[in-house]
């Protein structure tokens, strides 16, 4: 159990159940470790076949942006891991649209395939989700 | 799983809209229906006569709720604009518990 | 009604750590159930048995093991972030246990709610 199993103990039984998983992410790479931990999370609940989606809105758009080259700051460049979801089986990365154009971004500036959303839309995806968690 | 008898989502917002765009943003989504919940510094926000107050204003459809607690503890209690509903710890899990999720704008 | 809490920030800095133990025990009073509470992020620092906060200020990390003690709550500090940040079974304070990320996501899954804390 513990480390080694993720943290996923044989004896809970969650089989069966399956959740709208949303994680969303608001915060900027690299100023703070919300970014990289977040997406941790992000891959361990792969393991779980739930029904997850990754919003990315306000600075979390940010963490998307092609051309992260991190070895002048000594940090670990993680903007690949987000390319990798997709062999996980995450594939639903949703990009608020006035999140985007305030930062003078669009879906070219991004590392992977994203569905831009409305406000309206981010909303009314957001009501229909079990569990939000924010990083 | 989300029970369509329940009230929509319970957006939860701790940080001040001077310092953040949290309550921007939350307002920005949530849908007429939801339920939005000031805590922590979050509580600024329903105080009379700020710049802060306007954005409530436009809050559509959306119920604005205040932890008293932290009203309080900041002595911002007796500035509190009209409408607000004001609960307590218990009342915060009330809310939790009426609403089909519930949302942290960090 | 069952609460999952996650609480991403460590103790006196961000008031995340005291509003999440205001509300367990609000939900512990009315009879709601809480599945786990998971620390994440900086709030694996909740977890550390040498904090020695002034005598006169509420003290943040026992107060958390004696409610897990007094309900028999789950309190779960992530391997990685407590890795990180230097907690370990060493200095691991009363009541708390540390395990997988998956524990989170199981929170979600088993609890009615999850309520996360932070900054």
Redesign the interface.
């Known amino acids: 159990m513990s480390e080694a199993t993720g943290g996923i103990e044989g004896d809970e039984d969650v089989s069966g159940v399956v959740k709208k998983f949303m994680f969303v992410n608001r915060k900027a790479p690299y100023g703070t470790i919300y970014a990289l931990e977040g997406l941790e999370v992000v891959l361990i609940s792969a393991a779980f076949d739930q029904d997850v989606s990754l919003a990315f809105v306000d600075d979390g758009v940010y963490q998307l942006m092609k051309g992260q080259h991190t070895k002048a700051i000594d940090v670990k460049n993680f903007s690949p891991t987000y390319r990798a979801l997709e062999g996980y089986d995450i594939e639903k990365l949703f990009v608020e649209r006035e999140s985007m154009e305030a930062r003078g971004l669009s879906e070219e500036n991004l590392i992977v395939p994203v569905e831009v959303l409305s406000r309206q839309d981010m909303g009314k995806l957001m009501e229909e989700q079990d569990v939000v968690i924010s990083f | 799983?989300?029970s369509s008898a329940s009230k929509?989502?319970l957006h939860?917002v701790?940080?001040s809209p001077f310092e953040r765009?949290?309550l921007a943003?939350a307002l920005?989504?949530?849908?007429a229906g939801?339920g939005l919940l000031l805590?922590?510094?979050g509580v600024y926000a329903v105080v009379k006569g700020t710049k802060a107050a306007d954005q409530l204003k436009a809050a559509n459809g959306v119920t604005v709720y205040a932890l008293w607690?932290d009203l309080e503890a900041r002595g911002v209690q007796d500035r509190v604009l009209e409408g607000i509903k004001m609960v307590?710890?218990?009342g915060?899990?009330?809310l939790?518990?009426e609403h089909?999720?519930?949302?942290?704008?960090? | 009604m069952k609460f999952g809490i996650m609480i991403s920030e460590g103790p006196y800095t961000h008031q995340a750590t005291d509003s999440a133990y205001m509300f367990t025990k609000a939900a512990l009073a009315k009879g709601h159930q809480i599945q786990r509470v998971f620390f994440y992020h900086d709030g694996v620092n909740n977890a550390t048995k040498l904090t020695e906060p002034p005598q006169d200020d509420r003290h943040i990390v026992n107060r958390w093991s004696k409610l897990a003690e007094d309900h028999g709550i789950d309190l779960v500090v992530c391997v990685a972030a407590a890795l990180r940040r230097g907690i370990r079974d060493e200095n691991l304070a009363p009541g708390f246990r540390i395990s997988g990320l998956g524990q989170l996501v199981e929170s979600g899954i088993q609890a009615d709610r999850l309520v996360v804390f932070g900054d």
């Open positions: 799983m989300s929509r989502m939860v701790n940080k765009d949290a943003s920005r989504m949530a849908q939801s805590i922590e510094d607690p307590d710890y218990g915060f899990v009330d939790v518990a089909a999720t519930v949302q942290s704008w960090l």
